[in-house]
């Protein structure tokens, strides 16, 4: 039986969709082209494009300029909390941040950068304590857990009093090694603040993260303190694909609420 025209595009969307439950595409995968699959289901490539855009909507896929049609991983992963416990790195001197703390393996998607850099963005001079348009030292990385796609984006800001330490070390040691070195130079206890907002991403985050430009990020500053000088020494902003993470926070009585409230015998009208 025919398919009213006006629904093709809803049957085409069932078709690719339980495609994708049955894993013929893994998440990440490129889905063949909105031509390919016209000819597939011989249908017009405008109704193939419908019924992408519905699959998009439900988290299916992103459709991502420049990259085609991606298997999105949403639900098929679970999301990844962010506590804030700074744990020792079990594999190597130096601190473990919440989004890093469990078991799995985490490897850098890219190239690393280790280098002086300008610092043009004045919240995050401020954050750091210096004037926009200073050098500091700049520790770019992406990482992400070995099976997936990008998770995080990570940008390192170093004061330039203690970038000397940490100028010659790899660009991708062991998680939080070079705060290691910069303690062990007279800092120790670094001590860490973080600012949470989201945003959308710049056209260069999206494309690094594997997402469309349309997705909000959540942007998360981290600023660490000395505890020799009580002053910054360094600041790293995470940015992260909004669908791929949540943020769990304990909240905590103050003392005027840690006592019951007193009885102030039945409420009127009860």
Do not use: C
Not at 70 to 97: C, H, I, W
Not at 197 to 223: K, Q
Not at 235 to 249: G, K, L, Q
């Amino acid at each position: 039986m025919d398919v009213p025209v006006h629904s093709r595009y809803l049957n085409i969307a069932s078709m690719i969709r339980e495609r994708i439950e049955a894993g013929e595409w893994e998440p990440g995968a490129r889905l063949p082209t909105l031509n390919d699959l016209a000819a597939e289901y011989d249908a017009n490539r405008d109704t193939v494009g419908r019924a992408i855009a519905l699959l998009e909507t439900e988290g299916y896929v992103w459709a991502v300029q420049g990259r085609g049609i991606a298997v999105r991983y949403g639900t098929m992963r679970p999301r990844r909390p962010r506590g804030d416990l700074v744990k020792r790195n079990e594999q190597a001197s130096g601190y473990s941040f919440p989004s890093a703390s469990s078991q799995e393996v985490w490897l850098r998607h890219g190239t690393a950068v280790n280098a002086p850099a300008t610092l043009d963005d004045p919240r995050i001079a401020k954050l750091l304590g210096v004037e926009p348009g200073t050098e500091v030292l700049r520790r770019f990385r992406v990482t992400g857990p070995a099976s997936e796609a990008p998770f995080q984006i990570n940008i390192s800001w170093i004061h330039p009093r203690v970038a000397a330490i940490v100028a010659d070390l790899d660009a991708s040691p062991a998680a939080g090694e070079w705060l290691h070195h910069i303690e062990n130079a007279g800092h120790w206890p670094i001590s860490w603040m973080e600012i949470h907002r989201a945003r959308m991403p710049s056209r260069d985050e999206a494309a690094l993260l594997e997402i469309p430009t349309n997705l909000p990020v959540l942007e998360i500053v981290r600023v660490g303190t000395s505890g020799g000088d009580k002053k910054p020494v360094e600041v790293t902003e995470y940015v992260v694909a909004s669908d791929r993470v949540e943020t769990v926070h304990v909240l905590h009585r103050d003392t005027n609420a840690k006592e019951p409230w007193p009885d102030a015998g039945p409420v009127e009208g009860s």
